[in-house]
């Protein structure tokens, strides 16, 4: 794998519980179990959920402190940490905002339509979004569409989302029937891309493998874990999501050698 390549985990997510997968990690130990288990297997960031004592996803300004602080001792040094803002239908902006402002992580991932839902700004994302770039949080910009990507641009072009380093997340098959990606999702996504802002892609389903290989072919980044697919390339279910980014790592290796 190249250095230039981020390598995301994303082992939980807000929806999936232990009976959809006995290694699916919901306390903060077990998050940081796997992303011990995800650096050893070559990921270079997580991209974590905090859970409740129910294990529902989170965003209590403490639990994602805590979870984020854990995160940092144990395996910091080793992996980039970045905090979901996900509103999971259960939080509106000035919560998901609030969360970012309290914990201020060393990343976050925001999706553009939750954030912004209106172009007239009510909920303030544009001075949060100019906080961040001020407090250096590095900041993941959630796409769902290719029309979300050409808003994106929209947005930047009139400074509301600041021209300062950032990074962009396509996410695939989002709203396809039963949530099933495929690798061509990704190709109106590159059409509406009008700049070299770097990108990740994340994909649902059995065909996340052959997603993360296109974007690969593309020079993009990759996130693969539990949040979006519990198998393997080869339609069985993996064990843990080191097996998902080990079989990137693997894909990448052979890209190299060729």
């Known amino acids: 794998m190249t250095q230039a390549m981020i390598l995301t985990v994303a082992p939980n997510g807000a929806y999936k519980q232990k009976q959809d997968h006995r290694a699916l990690p919901v306390t903060p130990s077990e998050v ?3 992303a011990r288990q995800a650096v050893q297997a070559g990921a270079t960031m997580i991209h974590t959920h905090a859970r409740d004592e129910q294990g529902r996803h989170s965003l209590d300004a403490s639990l994602n402190k805590q979870i984020w602080e854990m995160l940092k001792t144990e395996v910091g040094d080793d992996i980039a940490v970045q905090l979901t803002t996900e509103a999971a239908r259960i939080y509106q902006p000035p919560a998901q905002m609030a969360m970012v402002r309290e914990v201020q992580p060393e990343a976050v ?4 339509r939750e954030l912004l839902p209106e172009d007239n700004d009510i909920y303030g994302a544009q001075g949060f979004f100019h906080w961040l770039a001020e407090q250096e949080i590095v900041c993941q910009y959630i796409l769902y569409s290719a029309e979300d990507v050409q808003r994106y641009h929209r947005l930047k072009a009139a400074g509301v989302i600041p021209s300062v380093p950032h990074h962009l997340l396509f996410v695939l098959g989002r709203y396809h029937a039963q949530q099933q990606s495929s690798p061509d999702d990704l190709l109106p996504f590159l059409a509406a891309h009008q700049d070299e802002t770097p990108w990740m892609v994340c994909a649902f389903g059995a065909d996340e493998h052959r997603c993360a290989r296109l974007a690969m072919q593309k020079g993009g980044d990759v996130r693969v874990g539990f949040e979006n697919n519990l198998y393997d390339q080869h339609g069985e279910l993996a064990a843990d999501n080191s097996v ?15």
């Open 32 to 34: 940081v179990e796997a």
């Open 244 to 258: 998902l980014i080990r079989q990137v790592v693997a894909e990448a290796k052979s890209r190299t050698a060729l």
């Open 109 to 112: 991932s925001i999706a553009v």
